[in-house]
């Protein structure tokens, strides 16, 4: 029953952050797009544009931001590898949990501070300090709302490599990716 619950939070994490990662890579288009129409603007017409560099800073922001947990769920974030391959996918597992607990940690501050400034940038009317001047709120309930999701999916890869450092199984063998190949082929 329990293990049953928590492959449906897995399964549903995975599912999630799956989404919302590869959609907010549609993104990255658009980013390309305002750059090169800032540089055409500003470098062949002689006259650049006031919100070209504000909005690349956003997109860019919200593409870092929100793909943050897309790349921990494919394990594209960096490791130790002298250490890390040298040991047992158990022992690994243990690293794994205890680098997961750690990053919580501090992505539960960022998420507090995330909310305290979109309180605040609503209460004072932030805005970017440039010509365009356009409001912050927004940017800062992104944060909030990554930050929420990469600790769902921390959490998520904590109860999976909690239950191969116990069981010696992997939770989810549907779902392999990089390291989990490894500890499946052991």
């Known amino acids: 029953m329990l293990v049953t619950l928590i492959k449906r939070y897995c399964l ?6 799956t989404f919302i990662g590869k959609s907010i890579s549609y993104a990255m288009p658009f980013l390309a797009f305002v750059v090169a129409f800032e540089v055409f603007s500003r470098y062949f017409l002689n006259k650049p544009t006031i919100w070209a560099y504000d909005l690349s800073l956003f997109c860019f922001g919200y593409i870092a931001a929100l793909g943050g947990a897309y790349a921990q769920q494919q394990r594209a974030h960096i490791n130790v590898d002298i250490l890390y391959n040298k040991v047992s996918p158990r022992v690994r597992s243990a ?3 205890f680098s997961f607990m750690l990053a919580i940690f501090f992505v539960a501050i960022i998420f507090k501070m995330s909310l305290e400034k979109f309180f605040e940038s609503i209460e004072f009317d932030y805005r970017r300090q440039s010509e ?6 927004h940017y800062w309930v ?5 930050s929420g999701i990469l600790v769902l999916q ?6 999976e490599d909690g239950y191969n ?3 010696g199984k992997i ?10 190949e490894e500890i499946a082929n052991d």
């Open 154 to 159: 921390l959490l998520s890869d904590i109860l």
């Open 171 to 180: 939770l989810l063998p549907d779902l392999i990716r990089g390291e989990e």
């Open 165 to 167: 450092l116990f069981t």
């Open 142 to 146: 992104m944060m909030a709302v990554a």
């Open 132 to 137: 365009w001047a356009p409001h912050m709120h």
């Open 12 to 17: 549903g994490t995975h599912a999630l952050v």
């Open 95 to 97: 690293f794994n949990i």
